[in-house]
């Protein structure tokens, strides 16, 4: 049997979307929220087709509260305590991540995109730092949480090489 996630629609804006990708992110386009009763909504289809991980992306987005964020969480644990919720919220104080987590949040994801500070800094604004993220994750697997993270490839700044 495979495993399967859902994602539901969370949030349509990042507001510190990285800084020379493909797709420009002018600061006044048009923003869609998805209000927690559609996620719910979502969270409620998506079970009846099967899948028992949800999801919750939002980036660097700060438009819900972490108590509307907790009430969600804890919403869809209570209807589906079979099912795991995953966050992908990006970073975010440490009792957010606590408060998160005791309202039922299994899993978090958080990319740190590089290991390279120097292409850290080609792809995010100077207020944030590559430390901090790779501190936060280290905070979230002490909370408790099972942590996933990445790096991307083939970013238009950089090179392919093989040695």
């Known amino acids: 049997m495979g495993w399967y996630q859902y994602v539901p629609p969370f949030i349509g804006n990042f507001p510190r979307r990285f800084q020379g990708t493909m797709v420009p992110f002018t600061g006044n386009s048009s923003v869609s929220y998805t209000t927690p009763e559609e996620i719910l909504s979502c969270c409620d289809t998506g079970y009846m087709l099967g899948f028992r991980t949800f999801v919750l992306q939002g980036g660097e987005d700060s438009y819900y509260s972490d108590e509307t964020i907790c009430r969600i969480i804890s919403t869809v644990k209570s209807k589906y305590p079979d099912c795991a919720v995953t966050l992908s919220l990006g970073e975010k104080p440490y009792e957010s991540y606590k408060a998160?987590?005791?309202?039922?949040?299994?899993?978090?994801?958080?990319?740190?995109?590089?290991?390279?500070?120097?292409?850290?800094?080609?792809?995010?604004?100077?207020?944030?730092?590559?430390?901090?993220?790779?501190?936060?994750?280290?905070?979230?697997k002490e909370i408790g949480y099972q942590v996933g993270s990445g790096f991307m490839v083939a970013h238009p700044t950089r090179q392919l090489s093989i040695s």
């Open 100 to 140: 998160f987590k005791r309202a039922g949040a299994d899993r978090y994801l958080l990319r740190h995109e590089t290991a390279s500070e120097e292409h850290y800094r080609q792809l995010h604004p100077e207020s944030m730092i590559l430390q901090y993220r790779k501190d936060s994750l280290w905070k979230l």
